[in-house]
């Protein structure tokens, strides 16, 4: 982890400077942009292990950028941490649903932002690690965890970092039923602050992208989800 590669995006010299600063300090290796039409590019030729992107960025806002980078099959992968001044809890949930992993208020406290990006970091080693070998297949869909691939009649489904945790989580315990708590736990962290609305919201991203297989993930009114197999 301590190699770890952080792109840093944000239109303000001295947040870049302390951002850059605390995250050295920790052993990452940080890049650093201060435009929206920069960060697309830059971020497609670095691949960096999580980008931490401002939202109010001149030009392509930060919603745009993570809009473009999540529609690109090489950048798709990539963790994305918002940073934003907004209280506004439409936009935290509009860059949930473009694909966004997390976020972080300004103003912040640089350890939180060490500690989000180590606890985001650290979910993805363990599922490399851990569950290298499982796959997961419910009729034409498929779902491998080492590789963290989905496939649906051979065919690529891309989804963002908590798209899938939440479709493997569900899809290996098919049937059982799931609170939204247990499922941020599961995707998250018991300490992660999140809103019914976000997770439903990812649901939401999710069944679109499934297509066909979106009503498989099925809502049990008053209380959660449930994965079920494919009439």
Not at 93 to 110: M, Q, R
Not at 115 to 131: C, G, M, N, P, Y
Not at 156 to 169: D, E, H, M
Request: with cysteine; net charge negative.
């Amino acid at each position: 982890m301590s190699k770890a590669t952080i792109f840093v995006v944000d239109d303000e010299e001295d947040i870049r400077e302390l951002l850059q600063y605390n995250l050295e300090r920790e052993g990452f290796v940080v890049h650093l942009s201060g435009s929206g039409e920069q960060a697309v590019k830059k971020a497609r030729k670095l691949l960096p292990d999580l980008i931490l992107l401002d939202l109010m960025l001149p030009g392509i806002d930060g919603l745009e950028v993570t809009k473009k980078l999540k529609r690109n099959p090489d950048t798709s992968h990539i963790p994305i941490i918002m940073l934003t001044a907004k209280g506004d809890e439409v936009d935290i949930v509009t860059g949930l649903e473009l694909g966004a992993d997390d976020y972080i208020t300004k103003p912040f406290s640089p350890k939180v932002v060490v500690a989000r990006i180590k606890a985001v970091l650290r979910r993805q080693s363990i599922d490399h690690t851990e569950e290298s070998k499982n796959i997961i297949k419910h009729d034409a869909l498929t779902i491998h965890m080492g590789m963290r691939s989905v496939h649906i009649n051979d065919q690529p489904v891309n989804l963002t970092f908590s798209q899938f945790q939440i479709l493997a989580y569900l899809a290996s315990r098919a049937g059982w039923v799931f609170t939204r708590t247990q499922i941020v736990d599961a995707v998250r962290g018991d300490d992660y602050p999140v809103t019914d609305r976000s997770i439903d919201t990812q649901i939401v991203g999710l069944r679109k992208k499934l297509g066909d297989y979106g009503d498989c993930i099925e809502t049990v009114r008053g209380v959660g989800y449930k994965f079920r197999e494919k009439e």
